[in-house]
């Protein structure tokens, strides 16, 4: 059967020792027992201990899964016995001239380890809950974040190959409530995760509020998302690739019509010879001049704010990576002619604040510059 026994038979001797499980306690114990340490066989193993040991805290929170502690002790140990199969088929595929080089063998190795997250016992893990998705990160660690969660809940990451989902374990009905102020806070704290784990992973890409993955017919949460994972692995690689050492920035220039229709007024030829005009009209005459002038006017102003945005974007666009146009909201004081959202690098920020300084100088005009964000208007995760 090889000497991948052992390994099983150290786990088991540590675990009745009551010693901690880990790398440098199993080696001592295969050495202990003359075992030579393959390393590629303890990351396989160690692996799936993690994994085990990940998901039966998560279910000691749930004491209709588990009565007991002998109950638990007795599900991971039948795991590792489990997989020893596993082991074993991997230590045949070694030898097989299939594998020659160390890549080859590590890619074996990678197979397993999928296997592994596939085959997990369904005793191990048995939820109905769904789990609540924040972001892909660039990262395939497994990782306890904590009690930063919408309503203080537990998140945790999902791995999948060099990726992972940033999710907790939520109900499979999504988030609704009538009181305006409750769905604000599950707002900011979606948003409070997303700048905690993109401060810790660099690049992510983020989901919007209250995205939901369920179970499905043969999977758990976690298995649904980790095969969500892999069938949009190489897109998700894509865009991280471009969001790679940029973030989101938004620009807002808002404009005071008042300012550009007086321009308009005392340097258009034609208004100017209408307003002339009507000071020798009827009162009648007079307001019927007037509409006139007022949609002359208003024509001169949308062809204005067509050529203040073009000349805008262009000077924009011409310091950003990517840039979208969004929908312009209202402003109590001035109007606002254009809200964009920019991709950029940090160390073109500088350039882009400096055109954006010049549009703030110009007489009637506002600039709003916000961020950084991580990039929600960039990337479209499944």
Not at 166 to 189: F, L
Not at 237 to 253: D, L, R
Not at 364 to 379: D, K, L, N, Q
Request: net charge negative; hydrophobic share 35%.
């Amino acid at each position: 059967m090889g000497n991948e026994v052992a390994y099983i038979h150290a786990v088991l001797a540590l675990h009745a020792a009551g010693k901690e499980i880990n790398e440098l306690n199993i080696k001592k114990v295969l050495e202990a027992l003359g075992t030579e340490v393959d390393q590629t066989k303890l990351r396989v193993l160690l692996s799936l201990l993690e994994s085990l040991t990940q998901k039966t805290s998560i279910e000691q929170k749930n004491t209709s899964q588990f009565k007991s502690l002998e109950k638990r002790i007795e599900s991971l140990e039948k795991s590792i016995i489990a997989i020893n199969d596993k082991l074993v088929a991997f230590e045949k595929l070694k030898a097989t001239k299939a594998v020659e080089t160390g890549a080859q063998i590590e890619e074996a190795g990678d197979e397993v380890l999928t296997f592994i997250s596939e085959t997990t016992p369904a005793g191990v893990v048995s939820d109905d809950n769904g789990r609540y998705i924040y972001c892909v990160a660039d990262s395939g660690e497994k990782i306890d974040l904590g009690d930063i969660g919408i309503e203080n809940n537990d998140v945790y990451t999902i791995p999948y190959n060099d990726i992972c989902a940033v999710v907790h374990n939520c109900p499979t009905e999504p988030y609704k409530s009538d009181d305006d102020n409750m769905v604000k806070g599950w707002i900011m704290g979606h948003e409070k995760v997303m700048e905690t784990v993109w401060e810790k992973f660099g690049t992510i890409l983020p989901l919007g509020f209250d995205v939901i993955i369920k179970p499905d017919n043969s999977h758990d949460s976690n298995k649904t998302v980790v095969k969500w994972l892999k069938e949009d692995y190489e897109s998700l690689k894509q865009q991280m690739k471009m969001v790679t050492g940029k973030a989101e920035y938004g620009v807002q220039i808002l404009w005071d019509p008042k300012v550009t229709a007086q321009d308009i007024t005392e340097s258009n030829e034609k208004i100017r010879k209408l307003n002339e005009e009507i000071k020798e009209k009827s009162k009648g005459a007079a307001y019927m001049h007037r509409q006139k002038i007022e949609n002359e006017l208003g024509k001169e102003m949308e062809k204005k704010a067509d050529e203040y945005f073009k000349e805008f974007y262009g000077m924009i666009k011409g310091r950003v990576e990517k840039i979208r146009v969004e929908k312009t909201k209202k402003d109590k004081e001035m109007q606002m002619l254009m809200n964009l959202s920019c991709l950029l690098s940090k160390d073109k920020v500088e350039k882009l604040g400096a055109k954006l300084e010049k549009i703030n100088k110009m007489d009637g005009f506002s600039v709003r510059f916000t961020g950084p964000w991580p990039p929600y208007s960039f990337i479209s995760p499944g």
